[in-house]
C-alpha cells in the first residue's frame, strides 16, 4: 500500500512508513551469521563465537543499519510511486508502535520547486567589443619584461619603481608598536605593498640618508589598533636600486617558451594568448549578466534543505582553500549566515539552470566539451598530454560540461535578448586599470 502523503507546506511533504518488524529481524539474523564467521572474539577460534555472543557485541549497530536500508528501500519506492522529485535528504523520526507488527517512522522533505523563468526578451545585455592588435602584444611584453628585470644598485635617489633597502620604526603616541620595526626591508616603490604615503616619503631618498614622517592609517586598516591612527616613522635607506628590463631578443624568447629564440612567433603566441583571455573574460562578462538578470526575473521557492547543503559545501571550501594557505581552521569559526546570501544565489541559479536546460533541450555535445578542453590546453607546454590527461577519466570531463552548459545557455538568452556591443578597453577588461 502506498503511504499517504501529506502537504506541510509549498515545498514540504510529510509521510508515513511502515517497515515489517518480520523483514527487519530476518535480515538482522541473516547478517549475525555471516558476520560471526569471520568475526574474531577472545576466547573462541575464528568464526567459532556463539550467534548470541556476536549479536551481544554488534547487534546493536547491525539492527541500525538494517533499518537504514530497508527504510530508505521503502521511501525510494513510495517517493517513485507519488512521483516525487526529492530536493536534499529525508529527516526520518521513528514513532511509538506499541503492540504491532510493525516499525514506524515519518519522513519528512522537501521536493524541488516550480520554476517559473524569466521571459529573455525582457533581458538587456552589454557585450564587450574588444579588439587585439600590435599595441596590446607591446603592452603584454612590457608586463613580461617587468616580471623578469633584475635590479642593480645605484649612486642616486630613489624614484617610482626603484627598490629601496631600508631600516624603519615607528611609534604610536611616542612608543613602540607591533609591526612598526623592520630591518634590511626591501620595498619596490610605486607598487603599492606598503601604505602610499609611507612610500611616497622614500621618493628623493638616496643611501645613507634618514628621514622622519608622519603616516595615517586607513579606517578600515586590518590591525584594528592601527586603524585611523597617524604614526610616526623614521626610516634609513640603506640601498638604492633600479630595475633593468631584459632586451626583447632571441634570449627573451627562449625564456618564455620559443624554443628557437624567434621574437616574432613570441608575438604570435602572445596574442594568441591574449585572445583565448579576452575571450575568457567577455564570456564571464556575459555570463554574470545573463545569470543576475534570469535570477532577478525567474520566480521560484527555494529549498531549505539545498541551501543548507551548498552553506556546508562553500564552508568545506574555504576551509580547504585556508589549510591549504597554512592557517589553523581549527581556531576559525564558520556560521552558516557568513555563507547563506551565496548559497541562496547559487541554488536560485542551479535550479533556474536546470529548468531551462530541461526545457529548451540545451544539451552539450561532445565536440564543444572538447573544444573548451583543447582551449585549456593551449596554454600549456605540450597541450595533447593536458587534453590526454581529461579524457584519462570521465569525471576530469565534469567542469569542462559544466562550463559549456553555460555557454548553451548563456548563447540562448542572448539570440532572445536585448543586446547592445560596447567598445571596451583592453586594460579595462584586463582589470588594469
Same mark, same amino acid.
Do not use: C
Given at each position: 500500500?502506498?503511504?499517504?502523503?501529506?502537504?506541510?507546506?509549498?515545498?514540504?511533504?510529510r509521510?508515513?512508513?511502515?517497515?515489517?518488524?518480520?523483514?527487519?529481524?530476518?535480515?538482522?539474523?541473516? !547478517?549475525?551469521?555471516?558476520?560471526?564467521?569471520?568475526?574474531?572474539?577472545?576466547?573462541? !577460534?575464528?568464526?567459532?563465537?556463539?550467534?548470541?555472543?556476536?549479536?551481544?557485541?554488534h547487534?546493536?549497530?547491525?539492527?541500525?543499519?538494517?533499518?537504514?536500508?530497508v527504510?530508505?528501500?521503502?521511501?525510494g519506492?513510495?517517493? $517513485?510511486?507519488?512521483?516525487?522529485?526529492?530536493?536534499?535528504?529525508? !529527516?526520518?523520526?521513528?514513532?511509538? =508502535?506499541?503492540?504491532?507488527? *510493525?516499525?514506524?517512522?515519518?519522513?519528512?522533505? *522537501?521536493?524541488?520547486?516550480?520554476?517559473?523563468?524569466?521571459?529573455?526578451?525582457?533581458?538587456?545585455?552589454?557585450?564587450?567589443?574588444?579588439?587585439?592588435?600590435e599595441?596590446?602584444?607591446?603592452?603584454? +611584453?612590457?608586463?613580461?619584461?617587468?616580471?623578469?628585470?633584475?635590479?642593480?644598485?645605484?649612486?642616486? =635617489? =630613489?624614484?617610482?619603481?626603484?627598490?629601496?633597502?631600508?631600516?624603519?620604526?615607528?611609534?604610536?603616541?611616542?612608543?613602540?608598536?607591533?609591526?612598526?620595526?623592520?630591518?634590511?626591508?626591501?620595498?619596490?616603490?610605486?607598487?603599492?605593498?606598503?601604505?602610499k604615503?609611507?612610500?611616497?616619503?622614500?621618493?628623493?631618498?638616496?643611501?645613507?640618508?634618514?628621514?622622519?614622517?608622519?603616516?595615517?592609517?586607513?579606517?578600515?586598516?586590518?590591525?584594528?589598533?592601527?586603524?585611523?591612527k597617524?604614526?610616526?616613522?623614521?626610516?634609513?635607506?640603506?640601498?638604492?636600486? @633600479?630595475?633593468?628590463?631584459p =632586451?626583447?631578443?632571441?634570449?627573451?624568447?627562449?625564456?618564455?617558451?620559443?624554443?628557437?629564440?624567434? &621574437?616574432?612567433?613570441?608575438?604570435?603566441?602572445?596574442?594568441?594568448?591574449?585572445? !583565448?583571455?579576452?575571450?575568457? /573574460?567577455?564570456?564571464?562578462?556575459?555570463?554574470?549578466?545573463?545569470?543576475?538578470?534570469?535570477?532577478?526575473?525567474?520566480?521560484?521557492?527555494?529549498?531549505?534543505?539545498?541551501?543548507?547543503?551548498?552553506?556546508?559545501?562553500?564552508?568545506?571550501?574555504a576551509?580547504?582553500?585556508?589549510?591549504?594557505?597554512?592557517?589553523?581552521?581549527?581556531?576559525?569559526?564558520?556560521? $552558516?549566515?557568513?555563507?547563506?546570501?551565496q548559497?541562496?544565489?547559487?541554488?536560485?541559479?542551479?535550479?533556474?539552470?536546470?529548468?531551462?536546460?530541461?526545457?529548451?533541450?540545451?544539451?552539450?555535445?561532445?565536440?564543444?566539451?572538447?573544444?573548451?578542453v583543447?582551449?585549456?590546453?593551449?596554454?600549456?607546454?605540450d597541450?595533447?598530454?593536458? &587534453?590526454?590527461?581529461?579524457?584519462?577519466?570521465?569525471? /576530469?570531463?565534469?567542469?569542462?560540461?559544466?562550463l559549456? +552548459?553555460?555557454?548553451?545557455?548563456?548563447?540562448?538568452?542572448?539570440?532572445? @535578448?536585448?543586446v547592445?556591443? &560596447?567598445?571596451?578597453?583592453?586594460?579595462?577588461?584586463?582589470? /588594469?586599470?
Amino acid at each position: 500500500m502506498t503511504p499517504q502523503l501529506e502537504v506541510l507546506s509549498t515545498l514540504e511533504r510529510r509521510m508515513e512508513l511502515a517497515l515489517p518488524s518480520a523483514v527487519v529481524a530476518s535480515e538482522v539474523d541473516s !547478517r549475525l551469521k555471516r558476520l560471526a564467521k569471520r568475526t574474531r572474539v577472545d576466547g573462541f !577460534r575464528p568464526g567459532k563465537a556463539p550467534l548470541a555472543v556476536v549479536a551481544r557485541l554488534h547487534g546493536a549497530e547491525v539492527h541500525q543499519e538494517v533499518i537504514g536500508g530497508v527504510l530508505q528501500q521503502k521511501f525510494g519506492e513510495a517517493v $517513485a510511486e507519488h512521483q516525487l522529485k526529492v530536493a536534499g535528504y529525508p !529527516r526520518f523520526e521513528g514513532k511509538p =508502535a506499541e503492540g504491532s507488527d *510493525e516499525i514506524i517512522f515519518s519522513a519528512t522533505f *522537501e521536493v524541488y520547486p516550480e520554476v517559473k523563468l524569466g521571459d529573455p526578451a525582457e533581458l538587456s545585455i552589454q557585450r564587450p567589443v574588444i579588439t587585439i592588435g600590435e599595441a596590446e602584444v607591446d603592452k603584454t +611584453l612590457e608586463i613580461l619584461r617587468k616580471q623578469r628585470r633584475e635590479f642593480v644598485a645605484v649612486e642616486r =635617489a =630613489a624614484q617610482d619603481g626603484d627598490m629601496v633597502k631600508l631600516d624603519f620604526s615607528g611609534t604610536l603616541y611616542g612608543q613602540p608598536f607591533r609591526g612598526g620595526e623592520g630591518k634590511d626591508y626591501t620595498v619596490i616603490v610605486g607598487e603599492g605593498r606598503l601604505l602610499k604615503e609611507f612610500e611616497d616619503n622614500l621618493q628623493g631618498l638616496s643611501a645613507g640618508q634618514e628621514k622622519t614622517f608622519a603616516v595615517t592609517f586607513p579606517e578600515d586598516y586590518q590591525a584594528k589598533e592601527l586603524a585611523g591612527k597617524t604614526v610616526s616613522f623614521a626610516v634609513r635607506v640603506t640601498q638604492v636600486s @633600479a630595475p633593468q628590463l631584459p =632586451a626583447i631578443d632571441a634570449d627573451f624568447a627562449r625564456a618564455l617558451g620559443v624554443e628557437d629564440g624567434d &621574437v616574432a612567433k613570441l608575438r604570435e603566441e602572445i596574442k594568441g594568448n591574449l585572445q !583565448r583571455e579576452v575571450r575568457r /573574460r567577455v564570456m564571464g562578462r556575459l555570463k554574470e549578466q545573463v545569470m543576475s538578470q534570469l535570477a532577478e526575473k525567474s520566480e521560484l521557492e527555494l529549498p531549505n534543505s539545498l541551501v543548507g547543503l551548498e552553506i556546508e559545501r562553500l564552508a568545506d571550501l574555504a576551509r580547504n582553500d585556508l589549510a591549504s594557505q597554512g592557517m589553523d581552521v581549527k581556531q576559525m569559526k564558520f556560521t $552558516a549566515d557568513m555563507f547563506e546570501e551565496q548559497a541562496k544565489r547559487r541554488v536560485r541559479l542551479g535550479l533556474i539552470l536546470a529548468e531551462l536546460i530541461k526545457v529548451h533541450g540545451l544539451t552539450v555535445k561532445p565536440e564543444q566539451v572538447r573544444a573548451l578542453v583543447e582551449e585549456a590546453a593551449e596554454s600549456y607546454e605540450d597541450p595533447t598530454e593536458v &587534453v590526454d590527461w581529461y579524457y584519462a577519466q570521465p569525471s /576530469r570531463l565534469q567542469e569542462m560540461e559544466s562550463l559549456a +552548459l553555460e555557454e548553451n545557455v548563456v548563447a540562448w538568452v542572448m539570440e532572445k @535578448a536585448k543586446v547592445e556591443d &560596447v567598445a571596451t578597453a583592453f586594460d579595462e577588461l584586463m582589470g /588594469r586599470g
